[in-house]
């Protein structure tokens, strides 16, 4: 207990002091930066987009950062990616148990070398409710006829046959779709076949 108040005063100062030294977003510094970036890519196709992203990838100091800083809305609050609730509000205070979400499981990949869940890019914060909601099934569905088998608070669960199960999110289900296919361009080769099927991969574009 004693450590986990410790942890929150940490995660609250670095919150306090970047929301005191840093506007939300700057809008033409992200126009130039974004030009800057994509003027290194040479040819618009997967292979060159994929070196670009995993040549540049920083993991920025993930567990220090990421609830205090990354998942902030432009009011400041933490807020979880299935349901809205606030988790986290405007004066850097954790207000209900989160958990970092994941938007391409771990578990979905080919090895344990890839180091997905590492990258902030494809990870949000999640109630504890919401986050075991979901488990451990891809995002999205095989085709239009995929058969709705149960509905969560948070989202439904499909099924297209031969046991294939997915999760369609009530909310956010672009930025979730876009995250995942940043991993899956970023992290060349990373899907585990058995788990992560190229079927689904109109749902992500």
Known sequence: ??????????????????????????????????????????????????????????????????????????????????????????????IQKCDEEHSFPQSFQRGKKSGTGRDMHAIFAASKNANGSRGNRPFGLFTPDDKLVEETKYGGIYSSGNNRKTFVPFLNQGALARATLYILVCYKGCANPEYFSKGLINWYV
């Open 1 to 94: 207990m004693e450590r986990r108040e410790e942890k929150r005063d940490e995660f609250k100062k670095v919150f306090l002091n970047h929301k005191t030294n840093n506007i939300y977003y700057d809008t033409e510094k992200d126009h130039y930066q974004r030009e800057g970036y994509y003027l290194r890519l040479k040819n618009v196709d997967y292979d060159s987009l994929s070196q670009l992203l995993s040549s540049t990838w920083n993991h920025a100091r993930r567990r220090q950062n990421f609830f205090p800083i990354i998942d902030r809305h432009p009011d400041h609050t933490l807020r979880c990616v299935y349901s809205g609730e606030v988790i986290g509000d405007a004066e850097g205070n954790i």
